[in-house]
């Protein structure tokens, strides 16, 4: 109707049409601009980029480099290291840590779980900063901790500088990462089930109900299959977020950096989402168990000949408009020789779609095989066939 009212008042409509998609393109473009400076849609079983932009520019993250934070903890928890019991107690530095907090006393003793909740549910920076000192015995050792591994995941944007987040003083230096690296970050958080059982806790109680901590991550509750991760914000940084949800066998994470505003953030997060789930389906390549129809020769077996079984399943997300076609081609050794022990890897089965390799699988032995007897391995060196 407007476009219709400009054209009638200039008398010269073609002229007005083409001034309004000008500025309908600019004013397109100034939006997307103002929406984001970095975003990636990973699938998150295969790590499958599925769509992004300028994602690996470094921008600060702001909290959540907590989940940085998570992560060495719960690798020192699978190791051995320390116990989620562990008790954990305040030190006058961790008391002092300003922004997002728990309003931690120097002296008040917690246990490693409700701290490591505190730090992903509130974003506590005491809280973070506490198990810092607790686990590698200062905050400036447990950022080291977090940039090896982040060096051992690829994760080549990013450096680290703190346990919190929190915009540099004078003399520091800022986080830095990527959408891509915090991509990798969540799927290797996504090995550790109590990351994902902790982030998708909407609101809990600490110190004994006293304090209610609140999720940032709205959606939780704004979008169903939404199950973790964290939001990050200071001014200079923006509204950032690394969000994973997972609905009919698929699992997407999204990274969104520097947006204006949550809402804009949370936006835009849900349309990946949603964008990405009507797009894609997960295909069931491989079935663990499935026989591998291929002649594996035992030279010492009691018996000449084996077929393998795939070692796990084999998953992979494709566009429900792909037309293509799934390749398995089995890879073994020509013979094996000894004895075979159930479960004992065989080969691998290549998997290929498109021409393209996707992945691969063990093939491994569905049983136990002894040896041939010494007589019969004999007889088969002289070239019988027993």
Not at 167 to 195: H, N, T, V
Not at 269 to 286: H, R
Not at 331 to 341: M, T, V, Y
Request: net charge positive.
């Amino acid at each position: 109707m407007l476009l219709f009212c400009v054209g009638i008042a200039d008398a010269k409509p073609p002229k007005k049409v083409r001034r309004y998609q000008k500025d309908s393109q600019a004013e397109a473009s100034l939006k997307k601009e103002e929406s984001y400076k970095s975003y990636i849609v990973m699938e998150a079983m295969s790590g499958k980029i599925i769509e992004g932009e300028n994602i690996h520019l470094k921008r600060s993250p702001a909290s959540i480099v907590k989940l940085m934070v998570a992560l060495v903890v719960m690798e020192k928890v699978a190791k051995g290291e320390v116990k989620l019991t562990d008790r954990i107690t305040v030190s006058r530095e961790a008391s002092k840590i300003g922004g997002s907090q728990v309003y931690l006393k120097e002296g008040e003793v917690f246990p490693l779980e409700e701290l490591i909740k505190a730090t992903l549910i509130a974003s506590g920076n005491d809280a973070a900063y506490a198990i810092a000192e607790h686990i590698a015995g200062s905050k400036d050792e447990f950022v080291k901790l977090m940039n090896e591994k982040a060096k051992s995941l690829n994760m080549a944007d990013s450096e680290f500088h703190s346990v919190h987040g929190l915009p540099p003083s004078k003399g520091q230096e800022a986080d830095l990462s990527s959408s891509s690296d915090l991509a990798m970050l969540g799927r290797e958080l996504l090995k550790y089930p109590k990351i994902i059982e902790w982030t998708s806790i909407k609101s809990e109680p600490f110190r004994g109900g006293k304090f209610i901590m609140n999720n940032h991550n709205k959606l939780l509750t704004r979008m169903g299959g939404t199950d973790g991760f964290k939001t990050g914000y200071y001014s200079e940084t923006g509204f950032n977020l690394v969000a994973t949800a997972q609905k009919n066998g698929l699992r997407f994470i999204v990274v969104v950096l520097g947006s204006p505003k949550a809402k804009v953030r949370d936006d835009m997060a849900v349309e990946k989402f949603k964008k990405a789930f009507g797009q894609y389906k997960m295909l069931n390549v491989v079935k663990q168990g499935e026989v591998i129809d291929k002649d594996v020769i035992l030279d010492d077996g009691k018996y000449r000949k084996i077929k393998g079984v795939a070692g796990s399943n084999f998953q992979y997300p494709v566009p429900n408009d792909k037309k293509g076609t799934v390749q398995k081609e089995a890879s073994i050794p020509s013979s094996i020789k000894g004895e075979i022990r159930e479960g004992q890897k065989l080969g691998e089965l290549i998997i290929k779609f498109d021409n393209e390799q996707i992945g691969k699988v063990d093939i491994v032995s569905p049983v136990y095989i002894p040896k041939a007897n010494l007589f019969t391995r004999l007889i088969r060196k002289i070239g019988l066939n027993i």
